[in-house]
């Protein structure tokens, strides 16, 4: 069955550096798409950054530059480091996966494995 489970949420403030990661079950990072999404409280799930099948990274323009995106197709784990980190950052992240052979964008519609998401808090 397939799994995904994220770590690394933290309270921290506005600078700092916080880096989570995803451990993904039945779901072979390297021939799948992968990305990670945030909600804030009142507000719709938003791509941050996603990576296709062939470790081909975007980005949220609101993160370039202090994000990225990164696989480790052996653990088969994916992270995200998250750098410069502002209060605008605080929300909910979730990493996904998807099936798809087809080309990923930072929409959601085609990612259809979730984690169940951890809290990132950022304080000025």
């Known amino acids: 069955q397939e799994q995904l489970v994220e770590s690394g949420g933290d309270s921290v403030q506005a600078g700092g550096s916080l880096r989570l990661s995803c451990v993904v079950s039945?779901?072979?990072?390297?021939?799948?798409?992968i990305g990670w999404f945030r909600r804030a409280p009142g507000k719709g799930r938003e791509g941050v950054a996603v990576?296709?099948?062939?470790?081909?990274?975007q980005y949220v323009d609101s993160v370039k530059g202090r994000f990225t995106i990164s696989r480790d197709t052996v653990k088969n784990t994916f992270s995200l480091q998250m750098n410069n980190l502002k209060p605008e950052d605080t929300a909910m992240y979730y990493c996904?996966?998807?099936?798809?052979?087809?080309?990923?964008?930072?929409?959601?519609?085609?990612?259809?494995?979730w984690g169940q998401g951890t809290q990132v808090t950022v304080s000025s």
């Open positions: 039945g779901i072979p990072v390297l021939n799948n798409h």
């Open positions: 990576m296709d099948y062939g470790g081909r990274p």
């Open positions: 996904a996966a998807s099936r798809s052979r087809r080309g990923v964008t930072l929409s959601e519609t085609s990612f259809g494995y």
